[in-house]
């Protein structure tokens, strides 16, 4: 059984920073892909930040370039999400979630699609006070 696990949301003042932490078991975790999603109440889950099986490729969504930033650990079957200057429009409930083909090598735009993961996990919420 797959199981995906995110920690490190919480509360925080707007310029602070936070960091995400999502563990997976159950999957070889260095030969997929992986991504951090968000959903605002009232809003469609967005897929904010990508990163392929080694590491090697990552993307952003204009909303968070230069702000966060995605990486992965493959001995910890860890992956992170650093968010630097938060906003109150940061506000939402962060997903961690693996992708259902191992492998893949393109983790741009049209890769963020919610369809292209097959495993996800709770979420965890994050809230930026003004």
């Known amino acids: 059984e797959v199981q995906v696990v995110e920690s490190g949301g919480g509360l925080v003042e707007a310029g602070k920073s936070l960091t995400l932490s999502c563990t997976v078991s159950?999957?070889?975790?260095?030969?997929?892909?992986m991504a951090w999603f968000r959903q605002a109440p009232g809003k469609e889950r967005e897929g904010i930040s990508s990163?392929?099986?080694?590491?090697?490729?990552?993307y952003h969504v204009d909303s968070v370039k230069g702000r966060f930033t995605i990486s992965r650990d493959n001995d910890k079957k860890t992956l992170y999400l650093q968010m630097n200057s938060l906003t109150p429009a940061d506000t939402a409930t962060y997903f961690c979630?693996?992708?259902?083909?191992?492998?893949?090598?393109?983790?741009?735009?049209?890769?963020?699609?919610?369809?292209?993961?097959?495993?996800w996990g709770q979420g965890t919420q994050v809230t930026v006070s003004s």
């Open positions: 159950g999957l070889r975790f260095e030969d997929y892909g």
């Open positions: 979630a693996a992708d259902s083909t191992p492998a893949r090598h393109y983790v741009g735009a049209y890769y963020l699609d919610p369809k292209n993961f097959a495993y």
């Open positions: 990163i392929n099986w080694s590491g090697g490729k990552t």
